[in-house]
């Protein structure tokens, strides 16, 4: 782990311990850093929770904390002034694009994180990052919201056709683990090279609107809640090709 340009100095709170702050914790314990059980014996606040208590959580603390104290949220939607409620305060957001499903005993590695905030707190982040072996990137505060939507999209909405697909291999008895691996592996590798809808293929790629019909119906008659998913993925598919 390179924590030679990673300073000790600093003690760290972090309020909300679901997966995300709870990974932290276990991220800033990973690299021996010091962690407090109160926000006023840090210098170094991080703001795990969602996004409606962001404000409110910050001004919380509005009174307590000393001068100059660093405050840091993880929301990928919001800009860093949300947590800005004293103007003697530097702040900034720090997000990563990944998909905690559970608490993780360490910060797993090469995880792109997204810095936005003042420059007091770059070479901090930064070098918490560069320790945790990630990659880093800076992004202003106007491109916040499509930012997030790119991360819903590739992160959480892809699994709505992916369960679909689970589910229609559970109840047939088809090998779903194997059919994952041969079709999703590759297409996720290919996707890193971007082109991502012209290199599409399938039926709607290729205007078999027939076989979107079969299934379509197929699916309104044994699972009724994909169809208009399929439907409307299909549909955008084959709009893109016309």
Same mark, same amino acid.
């Given at each position: 782990?390179?924590?030679?340009?990673?300073?000790?100095?600093?003690?760290?709170? *972090?309020?909300?311990?679901?997966?995300?702050?709870?990974?932290?914790?276990?991220?800033?314990?990973?690299?021996?850093?010091?962690?407090? +059980?109160?926000?006023?014996?840090?210098?170094? #606040?991080?703001?795990?929770?969602? /996004?409606?208590?962001?404000? &409110? /959580? %910050?001004?919380?603390?509005?009174?307590?904390?000393?001068?100059?104290?660093?405050?840091?949220?993880?929301?990928?939607?919001?800009? &860093?002034?949300?947590?800005? *409620?004293?103007?003697?305060?530097?702040?900034?957001?720090?997000?990563?694009?990944?998909?905690?499903?559970?608490?993780? !005993?360490?910060?797993?590695?090469?995880?792109?994180?997204?810095?936005?905030?003042? +420059?007091?707190?770059?070479? @901090?982040?930064?070098?918490?990052?560069?320790?945790?072996?990630?990659?880093? *990137? /800076?992004?202003?505060?106007?491109?916040?919201?499509?930012?997030?939507? %790119?991360?819903?999209?590739?992160?959480?909405?892809? +699994?709505?056709?992916?369960?679909?697909?689970?589910? #229609?291999?559970?109840?047939?008895?088809?090998?779903?683990?194997?059919? %994952?691996?041969?079709?999703?592996?590759?297409?996720?590798?290919?996707?890193?090279?971007?082109?991502?809808?012209?290199?599409?293929?399938?039926?709607?790629?290729?205007? +078999?609107?027939? !076989?979107?019909?079969?299934?379509?119906?197929?699916?309104?008659?044994?699972?009724? /809640?994909?169809?208009? *998913?399929?439907? @409307?993925?299909?549909?955008?598919?084959?709009?893109?090709?016309?």
């Amino acid at each position: 782990m390179k924590t030679q340009h990673l300073t000790r100095r600093h003690f760290h709170f *972090v309020r909300g311990r679901g997966r995300l702050g709870t990974t932290i914790v276990n991220g800033l314990k990973q690299l021996d850093l010091h962690l407090v +059980d109160e926000p006023e014996q840090a210098d170094v #606040i991080w703001f795990c929770v969602p /996004e409606k208590a962001l404000k &409110s /959580e %910050a001004e919380k603390l509005k009174s307590k904390l000393n001068p100059g104290a660093r405050l840091v949220h993880t929301s990928g939607l919001l800009g &860093s002034d949300t947590i800005r *409620v004293r103007q003697d305060f530097q702040v900034a957001s720090l997000h990563p694009a990944y998909s905690f499903s559970k608490p993780l !005993t360490e910060m797993p590695r090469d995880i792109l994180w997204t810095f936005e905030g003042d +420059d007091g707190l770059r070479n @901090l982040l930064q070098s918490l990052v560069m320790a945790w072996e990630g990659k880093w *990137v /800076e992004i202003p505060p106007e491109v916040k919201i499509p930012y997030h939507i %790119a991360c819903v999209l590739m992160g959480n909405l892809v +699994d709505i056709p992916i369960g679909a697909a689970e589910k #229609i291999c559970r109840e047939f008895r088809l090998p779903f683990s194997e059919m %994952a691996e041969s079709l999703l592996l590759p297409h996720i590798a290919g996707c890193k090279a971007g082109s991502v809808l012209e290199n599409t293929t399938g039926p709607a790629a290729r205007g +078999d609107s027939e !076989t979107v019909k079969t299934e379509t119906e197929w699916l309104r008659q044994n699972l009724p /809640e994909q169809e208009d *998913v399929y439907r @409307l993925l299909s549909g955008l598919i084959q709009k893109k090709n016309n």
